[in-house]
Each structure stands twice: as C-alpha cells, then as structure tokens.
C-alpha cells in the first residue's frame, strides 16, 4: 500500500491523522520546497519495526491521566537512546486542538494552561498528573514509556535543569 503525499505541520495533526497513518516522520529533507520547514511531517509506512535509528519520527501514543482519562496523541522517537521529556515531548490531540507538556524555554501563560484543561475537561492538575504515556506502534526495542509530573519548563539549557509549571 503506498501512503499519499501529505504534508502537515506537526502542530496541526489531528485525531483522525494519527488514526489513519501511526508513524510521521519530519520531512527535513524538503524544508527548502514552499511552505515546508522544520514542523513539516509526511506519513510513513515502515516495513517491521519502526527503527527510530533511521530517521527522525514522531509516533502515535496513548496519555492516561491520573484519574484514568485515556487519550490519543504523538510522541517523538528516542534519537541516540535519549528517552527524556525534551527529546520525546508527548502530546495529547483532541478534535479542538493538541495540548503540549514539554514547553522547552518558553514560560506557558495562565490562559495556555487554562486551554488545556479546558480541552482535556478537567478541573484541576490532579485529575491529570502525574501521566503516563506510551508509544503505539511497534519499534525496534520494544515501547517507550515515561511520565509526566506536570507543564515542564527548560530552565537551564546547559545543565538541562527544568521546573514543573502546573
């Protein structure tokens, strides 16, 4: 089966965009063609495992909240073993939009946090935190999992030293 040229920016997947094709894969080398760059991401179909060794992907993941909510979104593959929060950066995708966990050194605002417990239906942080998440497609190595406290900010580019916003 092949897979149709699509091209998306990551940020604008939706629900029905992981359900149809699980794997993406950035789309670096076409960052030169009109309205692609560095968020653009083409649907892949691998052959067996997906080997996150040999490109740069993001995959389909499930998000269980603390109290029990299952969602469906996107993560980024391990690059060189590296499983930390920076590199993989779960998010959830719902009709109305994708919330985002991994803020990098951009602060989130009150409104940004407001939004995405609007969209996820919930009230307070421990109806959402901590959560766990896991990748949904078949890698080389097996699932990646971890888990997220809360809204993660990069304090420190250097020594990688974070603070949970929530």
């Given at each position: 089966?092949?897979?149709?040229?699509?091209?998306?920016?990551?940020?604008?997947?939706?629900?029905?965009?992981?359900?149809?094709?699980?794997?993406?894969?950035?789309?670096?080398?076409?960052?030169?063609e009109e309205g692609q760059?560095?968020?653009?991401?083409?649907?892949?179909?691998?052959?067996?495992?997906?080997?996150?060794?040999?490109?740069?992907?993001?995959?389909?993941?499930?998000?269980?909240?603390?109290?029990?909510?299952?969602?469906?979104?996107?993560?980024?593959?391990?690059?060189?073993?590296?499983?930390?929060?920076?590199?993989?950066?779960?998010?959830?995708?719902?009709?109305?939009?994708?919330?985002?966990?991994?803020?990098?050194m951009i602060q989130p605002?009150?409104?940004?946090?407001?939004?995405?417990?609007?969209?996820?239906?919930?009230?307070?942080?421990?109806?959402?935190?901590?959560?766990?998440?896991?990748?949904?497609?078949?890698?080389?190595?097996?699932?990646?999992?971890?888990?997220?406290?809360?809204?993660?900010?990069?304090?420190?580019?250097?020594?990688?030293?974070?603070?949970?916003?929530t």
């Open positions: 089966m092949s897979v149709p040229r699509i091209r998306k920016q990551v940020y604008e997947l939706t629900p029905e965009d992981l359900q149809r094709c699980p794997i993406w894969e950035y789309a670096l080398d076409e960052e030169g760059d560095e968020a653009t991401v083409r649907p892949v179909e691998p052959n067996g495992l997906l080997d996150p060794e040999h490109g740069s992907y993001i995959v389909r993941a499930i998000l269980n909240l603390a109290d029990g909510t299952r969602f469906t979104g996107y993560m980024n593959t391990p690059f060189q073993g590296d499983i930390g929060l920076g590199t993989l950066q779960p998010v959830i995708v719902v009709p109305t939009g994708q919330i985002v966990f991994w803020w990098g605002s009150a409104t940004d946090i407001a939004e995405s417990f609007k969209r996820l239906d919930k009230a307070s942080p421990r109806q959402i935190f901590p959560l766990k998440f896991t990748s949904d497609v078949g890698m080389v190595g097996g699932p990646v999992e971890g888990e997220i406290s809360g809204f993660i900010l990069l304090e420190d580019f250097t020594t990688g030293k974070t603070r949970v916003v």
